[in-house]
């Protein structure tokens, strides 16, 4: 076959021991032969020969040769054939090359493969059996058919003596997937049925069996191994279609980006299945066409150029293609995927001030306020670590009045006031900013002179208001100075030295309204008379709230407090405790402690004299004063036994100040005749209280007499609730068959009060809710709640006897009735109207005929006398 040819498979048939010879158009220089049989090898002269000595069992030996060409990469396939040659044939006389007679396509030539050695001449030698070692079976995939198309004939030397069928079994014949492969039975002839695809099953291993016309075994098994030869059908195909990576910006050469792969369904083995990656077009072309470059064989992209700048070119699209083939463009099949390259961003762009000078002014003792904006330029990515921006102040601000904050959203730099400042002494600022990112600077980069800049702050001028410079001013002095004493000067500073501004002064609180001060400057005076015992005086001090006011534009004000200690002085006397008290009327049974309250304090208080003065004479006579300790005596009686009353004792009380004051205050002592434990009797305290014995006897009578009524309603209440309770019914309920009304705790007139409201017995027909009640007891006035009582139904005409039945089962079902109140109340025990279900009582006629027997009515009391006479003929009272 010559490589010049298309590229295909070309079928050569050659007779053994011919051989066969491949030549290109510029002859076998550069051309490379394979096959793919491990018996025939071909030279790279192109020559066709064994590899060892062969036996071959049939007329023909098929394998494929592979040509390839260094110069082109061109390939070409060739299946050949080796005819056995007959030792008696014509197939002598072929020569080098194609056979002189090319077998009919339609019967091809014989390929029959015997398991044993045909027999040799008489001479004696005979076959020796040996199972059957049948060569693998090449066929190729997506072959064109005919089909069935043959692959190879089967066959028993015994097939000689008697008629052998022939089998195989398997995957591909007897096994899913079926009917792939088929036998002729009886020729033995095996066949592939339809196109072959290597991608779907790259092998098949069958077993040949052949029997006799019985089913007997013939031979043993056979393996039949099939390889479908594979063909460059599949393209490679990358895992994805866009591929994402990124690398550094200013990235040296060399530096691994990312990888990309493809796979090819054909055998990998074999040129169809080995991938080669190149890169066809990088957009966009900057700083470099070929900034990247792909590893061939493992898809590795890496950076094979300088220059990678996010600033100017933050990413890149590569156009990656995949060829098998081992990557020969012009037989190879190829694809194609995206691999998209980020730049990312690393700080190699210090941030710079958009200006070198900035302005701002701020007023004075103003706080938090922002008074100049920070503005830079950074051109790495935003709002990552590379381009925030940090600012410090670094010279201009020794006292800390300032801070500069970071803007997040604008990355500004606000500078902040954050310690107050004072126009009396700084009137101005220079402050010197520097500005660098969160991420320090990449290797090699170096903070540019922009990086800095100068902020000059004007400090404004605003009205302060005045001061007190000791505020809570504490004084000392004495209670009881003289109206108009000067106590101090409470004077207040303005702190704007440069206005020339006066300050007034006034009162903000005075709460006893004891002060005055000098509205120029500022002197306080006593308006009355400090008492430090008044109620506006806490812990010895009285305070008062000043205000100061400047007659700036616009005015302003400051507070101050004044704090006066005043030092007490003995100016108030004693008071004696108790002002009233009880005491025996006979001596040494008890005694009264007295002391002495004072609204001043030590050393103006106690210890405290206790005297009892000499006018008049019947003080001493009757009293004494004895004395316990300084804030302490007793008062006692003097005499015997003093009649019961009550006495005024006027008594001195002396403090210890300096000039000591006395006061003389009066207690009121009861005396009163006491029982053995010392305490007052109540008759005792009653004489006290200066009534006479008259007054006392008369009073208790009164007593006497108010208990005794009291006594008497008791008893009259308790015995009218008594004969509520014990109240009976004229008659017994068992003897009364008449429906009366009941009221119960209620006083009438007797039996005779009779007046009724005799409507209420009946049930108007106009009220259906009132019809539709069962019979029964039933209030008019309330629905019971719980199960109403039901009663058994009595005749239309019922007899006399069931009356009485009937009023006590009312009876008992209204004392049963839980919603019953516990109170007069009236009860509906039947309507006895028209449409009644109790019948007529015309039977009652007062006409004495008839065979009705009313003797019973004699049995039913007094009350049915009058009745019992009427019908029964009896006397009447």
């Known amino acids: 076959m010559s490589p010049c040819e298309p590229p295909g498979v070309t079928e050569l048939y050659i007779c053994v021991p011919d051989t066969v010879k491949f030549s290109s158009c510029l002859g076998t220089k550069g051309t490379h032969y394979e096959t793919n049989s491990m018996d025939f090898k071909v030279g790279a002269d192109g020559t066709v020969f064994a590899t060892r000595e062969l036996r071959i069992p049939s007329e023909q030996v098929a394998f494929t040769v592979t040509a390839w060409d260094h110069q082109t990469a061109e390939r070409w396939d060739a299946a050949v054939r080796l005819l056995v040659a007959q030792t008696s044939s014509t197939h002598s006389g072929h020569k080098k ?48 058919g005919p089909f069935p198309q043959q692959l190879v004939r089967i066959r028993s030397d015994k097939d000689n003596d008697i008629p052998i069928r022939y089998s195989i079994t398997g995957v591909g014949a007897d096994q899913p997937p079926m009917e792939v492969f088929s036998i002729d039975s009886m020729s033995g002839r095996m066949y592939v049925t339809r196109p072959m695809d290597r991608e779907e099953r790259a092998s098949y291993h069958l077993r040949a069996h052949a029997v006799d016309m019985n089913g007997n075994k013939v031979e043993n098994p056979i393996d039949l191994y099939i390889y479908v030869i594979d063909m460059n059908d599949n393209r490679p195909e990358f895992l994805n279609q866009v591929y994402n990576g990124s690398v550094d910006e200013g990235s040296k050469p060399g530096t691994y980006v990312m990888t990309v792969t493809a796979n090819d369904a054909d055998d990998a083995t074999t040129a169809n299945g080995m991938v080669r990656y190149r890169i066809v077009t990088q957009t966009p072309q900057s700083p470099s066409q070929n900034m990247f470059t792909i590893n061939s064989e493992t898809g590795d992209i890496v950076t094979v150029a300088a220059g990678l700048d996010r600033e100017k070119v933050q990413q890149y699209m590569v156009i990656i293609q995949a060829t098998d083939m081992e990557g020969n463009l012009n037989y190879g099949l190829s694809n194609t995927a995206t691999a998209i390259i980020t730049v990312t961003d690393v700080n190699d762009n210090p941030p710079e001030f958009t200006a070198s000078t900035y302005a701002g002014e701020v007023p004075e003792n103003r706080v938090e306020m922002v008074v100049a904006n920070l503005t830079v330029m950074d051109r790495d990515q935003p709002h990552s670590p590379n381009w925030n921006a940090v600012y410090r102040i670094i010279s201009g601000d020794p006292s800390g009045h300032f801070s500069v904050r970071t803007d997040p959203t604008t990355n500004e730099g606000m500078v902040t006031v954050v310690k ?72 207040a500073v303005d702190p704007d030295r440069f206005m020339q501004q006066a300050v007034r002064y006034s009162k903000l609180s005075d709460p006893a309204n004891w002060l005055h001060i000098n509205a120029t400057n500022g002197q306080i005076s006593t308006a009355a008379v400090l008492d430090r015992e008044s109620l506006y005086i806490k812990n010895n001090v009285y305070e008062a709230t000043f205000l100061a006011a400047d007659n700036g534009i616009p005015p302003a004000s400051g507070t101050g407090t004044l704090q006066i200690y005043l030092i007490d002085i003995n100016d108030n006397a004693p008071e004696l405790l108790p002002k009233e008290a009880q005491v025996c009327e006979k001596p040494s049974l008890n ?36 004395r316990l300790n300084g804030d302490y005596a007793q008062l006692s009686l003097r005499v015997l036994h003093l009649e019961a009353g009550v006495y005024d004792v006027p008594i001195t009380v002396t403090d210890s100040g300096n000039p000591p004051l006395s006061h003389t205050s009066i207690i009121k002592v009861k005396v009163c005749p006491c029982d053995d434990n010392g305490d007052c009797t109540t008759v005792g305290a009653v004489a006290a209280a200066g009534l006479g014995t008259g007054a006392i006897v008369a009073i208790l009578i009164c007593i006497v007499m108010l208990l005794t009524m009291v006594l008497l309603f008791v008893v009259w209440m308790k015995r009218r609730e008594k004969e509520r309770h014990t109240k009976q019914l004229l008659i017994d309920p068992e003897d009364d068959v008449r429906d009366n009304i009941l009221k119960y705790d209620e006083e009438g007139g007797g039996e005779e009060d009779q007046d009724y409201d005799l409507s209420q017995l009946q049930q108007p027909e106009a009220m259906e809710h009132v019809l539709s009640k069962a019979p029964g007891v039933r209030r008019v006035d309330e629905r019971p709640v719980g199960a109403e009582p039901q009663y058994p139904v009595r005749p239309v005409v019922p007899h006399p006897g069931d009356i009485g039945d009937f009023i006590n089962e009312g009876l008992r079902a209204a004392d049963n009735d839980p919603t019953a109140p516990p109170y007069d109340s009236l009860l509906v025990f039947d309507y006895e109207g028209s449409g009644s279900t109790a019948g007529s009582v015309s039977s009652l006629d007062s006409s004495s005929s008839g065979d009705q027997d009313y003797d019973y009515l004699n049995d039913w009391g007094p009350r049915f006398k009058k009745l019992a006479d009427m019908y029964g003929g009896g006397e009447e009272d």
Do not use: C
């Not at 194609?98 to 004696?124: A, C, E, F, I, Y």
């Not at 903070?447 to 400090?459: E, P």
């Not at 002495?596 to 001493?620: H, K, M, Q, T, W």
């Open 420 to 491: 107050a400042v004072d126009y009396e002494l700084n009137r101005a600022f220079m402050l010197t900013v520097m500005v660098s990112n969160q991420a320090p600077l990449a290797s090699g980069i170096q903070m540019s002179f922009q990086s800095t800049a100068g902020v000059t702050i004007s400090v404004m001028d605003i009205n302060e208001a005045p001061y007190f410079p000791s505020n809570h001013k504490l004084i000392r002095l004495e209670e009881g100075v003289p109206t108009g004493t000067v106590l101090t000067t409470f004077s």
């Open 97 to 144: 090359g194609k056979k002189n007679t090319v077998p009919d396509p339609v019967q091809p030539p014989k390929d029959t493969l015997l398991p044993w050695p045909q027999r040799q001449s008489s001479n004696g030698l005979r076959r020796q059996k040996r199972d059957w070692v049948i060569p693998p079976i090449n066929v190729p995939e997506n072959s064109r």
């Open 591 to 626: 005694a009264i402690n007295i002391t002495a309250a004072d609204a001043d304090v030590d050393p103006n208080i106690g210890p405290y004299v206790f005297e009892l003065p000499f006018v008049p004479a019947s003080v001493r006579n009757n009293w004494t004063v004895t």
